[in-house]
């Protein structure tokens, strides 16, 4: 596509069709500035206040948490097609047509990471007041979207609480 343009009047050509745009133009003299606005938000970085040692702590803590659940409920379901492993950090459950849930730690960040097929990509911060995991922009705690995520997925309550009950 290029374009050509007349005092009033702008032309777009493509191979496919012309389109035509009639605009004011501002009057001689007349600096019209150029702005461009991003339509989506810078990111969210907020740093932790967390020391990495309590925060592996934490992470580690919540990572073996979800496994062991997660375990129990797949064993309950009785679908043997239905995983879920940990490594390196990093767990994933796969629940065959439902999509892959992969749950990880980020040590640079302190958050836990979350893909899910249903909402998507989120990063959560742990509360220290509320001594959960908290989605760093909804508010909403880990436990509770897995839960009712996989709850509906599932058919079956997955029971996952992550609150952190001993001091660190």
Not at 61 to 77: G, K, P, V
């Amino acid at each position: 596509m290029f374009l050509r343009s007349s005092p009033r009047l702008f032309f777009a050509f493509s191979k496919t069709r012309l389109v035509a745009r009639c605009i004011t133009l501002p009057p001689s003299g007349y600096r019209v500035s150029q702005t461009r606005s991003f339509t989506t938000p810078a990111p969210q970085v907020a740093q932790s206040s967390l020391q990495q040692s309590v925060y592996d702590t934490l992470a580690d803590a919540a990572m073996e948490e979800l496994l062991d659940r997660l375990q129990d409920t797949l064993d309950s379901h009785g679908d043997s097609s239905l995983e879920v492993e940990y490594n390196s950090g990093v767990l994933t459950l796969d629940l065959g047509r439902h999509g892959t849930y992969v749950i990880n730690k980020q040590p640079p960040n302190k958050q836990i990471w979350l893909s899910s097929p249903v909402s998507g990509p989120k990063r959560f911060n742990f509360d220290s007041a509320t001594r959960q995991w908290v989605d760093c922009r909804s508010g909403e705690l880990l436990e509770t979207l897995l839960n009712g995520e996989l709850g509906a997925s599932l058919g079956v309550e997955c029971g996952i609480d992550l609150k952190y009950k001993d001091s660190y």
